[in-house]
């Protein structure tokens, strides 16, 4: 019954060919890692909101899509809900008439438009169609001028 002790050489080579292995084992997985492409899964662009008869006389605001639609009378327009400053959500402020950003004090207009704040670039006004199902349907790669209404 006799141990075997390892004699300091035997010991620098085991570690040795542990480093080694472990290194050609890292840069396995690298290369492997490599070839699989990073995929960014973000929400569409362009999506489907509810009938023109959803939204009453006034401003909407749908929370999980941040935008605001605005209905005149048989006129529909949808308005970004992100703040232009650092993307907070804005608010609607009735009161006042008047969207503002509650994280760092943007105010916009009616239209949109900078008032006072940080924000420098308008709030974005979407194209919005309507669907043969007859549903709302925004693009926000499409964007519109505050004029632009859809009749419905």
């Excluded at 006042?96 to 239209?111: D, I, K």
């Amino acid at each position: 019954m006799t141990e075997r002790l390892y004699t300091r050489r035997e010991i620098l080579t085991r570690i040795g060919w542990g480093a080694t292995l472990g290194t050609f084992g890292g840069l396995a997985g690298a290369s492997v890692r490599y070839v699989i492409p990073n995929v960014l899964y973000e929400p569409p662009l362009t999506f489907k909101i509810g009938r023109p008869e959803d939204y009453p006389e006034g401003i909407d605001f749908i929370d999980d899509k941040r935008i605001f639609v605005i209905r005149q009378g048989n006129h529909i327009k949808v308005l970004s809900g992100v703040c232009t400053h650092l993307g907070c959500p804005v608010l609607w402020a009735e009161e006042r008439n008047r969207f503002e950003c509650p994280c760092h004090g943007s105010l916009f207009n009616a239209r949109g438009q900078v008032t006072a704040g940080p924000a420098q670039i308008p709030l974005p006004w979407y194209e919005v169609t309507l669907t043969v199902d007859g549903r709302l349907l925004v693009d926000e790669s499409r964007l519109v001028s505050f004029e632009r209404t859809l009749s419905v």
